[in-house]
């Protein structure tokens, strides 16, 4: 059964810092790998999407890899912003499937 | 707004009630997907459509909940005799199968179940 634990659970970093947010998955055989964020009691925003022929996405200040042979995502935010403030979580889907495993998240905090 | 919309936004029911609600999708996306996500955790699949055919159903889902997506469009999702641990948020989203970045899920608003 395909699980997906994000590190750290919560991070609170005052402006400025860059920061790496982690994704890994049980079963490392990833198709596609979305990155998003949700802000409380809101949808989620999709941030960046990895496909299967892709290793790494970068959208402004944002850059995400997927390393397929480990299962593993990271999320990179750099010059963090008071409003990147939100829960980001990671989703990935194998191969034979449709259906799309999220992880728990990681509640960002970034202080002025 | 072309976006993934959600009716209603907030639902509250009595426990052993029927409820339905409503996604429509961003209009050339074929695919669309169910999710619920409880307080604290990540959203988990329900269902998923490509255009009206339902291809796959998560086995955690009981046969109280079904969904329908008519024409290819809008989808429903219906849950029959609710119960407390129906409250959740449900969550749609829709996509384009295709290469490129038209794999890429969006997110509707969502629409917050309340079982009493």
């Known amino acids: 059964k395909q699980e997906v634990t994000q590190i750290p659970a919560a991070l609170s970093v005052p402006e400025g810092e860059n920061l790496v947010l982690n994704c890994s998955f049980t079963?490392?055989?990833?198709?596609?790998l979305q990155w998003f964020r949700q802000d409380p009691g809101k949808g989620l925003t999709s941030l960046l999407l990895?496909?299967?022929?892709?290793r790494e996405q970068t959208s402004g200040r944002l850059n995400a890899s997927l390393d397929k042979s480990s299962g593993r995502s990271t999320l990179y935010i750099a010059a963090s912003q008071p409003g990147d403030s939100a829960t980001y979580l990671c989703?990935?889907?194998?191969?034979?499937?449709?259906?799309?495993?999220f992880g728990t998240g990681t509640r960002l905090k970034v202080l002025a | 707004d072309t976006g993934v919309s959600q009716d209603p936004r907030h639902k509250i029911t009595k426990r052993g009630q029927n409820v339905t609600f409503r996604c429509d999708p961003i209009?050339?996306?074929?695919?669309l997907y169910w999710y619920r996500q409880t307080l604290g955790q990540g959203p988990e699949f329900l269902t998923y459509?490509?255009?009206?055919?339902?291809?796959?159903k998560s086995r955690l889902l009981s046969d109280r909940f079904s969904a329908e997506r008519p024409k290819g469009s809008f989808s429903t999702l219906e849950i029959q005799r609710t119960e407390q641990g129906d409250s959740a948020m449900y969550l749609c989203?829709?996509?384009?199968?295709?290469?490129?970045?038209?794999?890429?899920?969006?997110f509707g608003p969502g629409t917050r179940l309340t079982v009493l």
């Open positions: 989203a829709s996509s384009l199968a295709g290469g490129g970045l038209t794999n890429e899920q969006f």
């Open positions: 079963d490392s055989a990833i198709y596609n």
């Open positions: 990895i496909q299967s022929s892709q």
């Open positions: 989703a990935g889907r194998g191969s034979g499937t449709y259906k799309y495993i």
């Open positions: 209009s050339e996306h074929n695919r």
């Open positions: 459509f490509q255009n009206e055919a339902q291809l796959e």
